[in-house]
């Protein structure tokens, strides 16, 4: 299926910057899920949305599911060396049992 | 609680020859589902298992095929391997599939090498 938009496709940034990065489509999701991968790993979970509208954070990572229910926005504060990774924005849409992703974002801190 | 493991972590195999990957799921969880990971397409669905039965399957080949066990574990099964299946296959868990709230727990991947 119709995979995720994401943005931006990489982004390089001084340790201690903000990062934003967001995911859309042209279909709406109940649900949207950030997940985080390191090499040679699985994706990890970092946030789950379940509700337009709904902004929830998890330490210094901030999500928002959009209005519109088809976009997604997730936010890292005050980067570290630590957070260097694929996010990955990823849902099942609205009536359809499959599982969408985006193309990921690769983050790379530099200290 | 132990998390999802996958076996083998990597493997190599020659175009023609079949492979098999085993996903354990988390206690409890009865949703089994498989992707794809390439640096080219990304993460691909191939396919959701749930009590046995296959539920949901993506847009590939039916050289990729699956199964799922009374205990939940799943293995899938890629025959006739060619050089494009190379990628790392990544499995997750959930408690009851991948809709609504139901949240993916991923495996750390078999990585697979078609020469």
């Known amino acids: 299926g119709q995979q995720l938009n994401q943005s931006p496709q990489s982004m390089f940034i001084q340790e201690g910057e903000d990062v934003s990065m967001n995911c859309t489509s042209s279909s709406i999701f109940n649900t949207w899920l950030w997940y985080k991968q390191d090499p040679g790993e699985g994706p990890v979970l970092l946030i789950a949305?379940?509700?337009?509208?709904e902004l929830t954070s998890n330490g210094r990572l901030t999500a928002q599911f959009g209005i519109t229910r088809k976009d997604s926005f997730l936010n890292i504060s005050a980067s570290i060396p630590s957070d260097v990774g694929i996010y990955f924005c990823?849902?099942?849409?609205?009536?359809?049992?499959?599982?969408?992703f985006g193309a990921g974002t690769r983050l790379t801190v530099k200290p | 609680k132990a998390g999802v493991t996958q076996t083998p972590r990597y493997l190599i195999k020659t175009r023609g020859q079949q492979v098999t990957l085993s996903c354990s799921p988390i206690s409890g969880h009865r949703s089994v589902s498989w992707y794809q990971q390439t640096p080219g397409q990304g993460l691909q669905f191939l396919f959701e298992y749930f009590s046995e039965t296959q539920r949901n399957k993506g847009n590939f080949p039916g050289r990729f095929s699956g199964r799922q066990f009374s205990n939940s574990r799943s293995e899938m099964n890629v025959s006739t391997l060619e050089l494009g299946d190379s990628a790392l296959y990544l499995c997750a868990s959930s408690l009851a599939g991948l809709g609504g709230a139901n949240v993916l727990t991923f495996g750390a991947g078999s990585r697979l090498t078609v020469l």
């Open positions: 990823a849902g099942p849409p609205y009536n359809n049992n499959d599982m969408r």
């Open positions: 949305l379940y509700k337009a509208g």
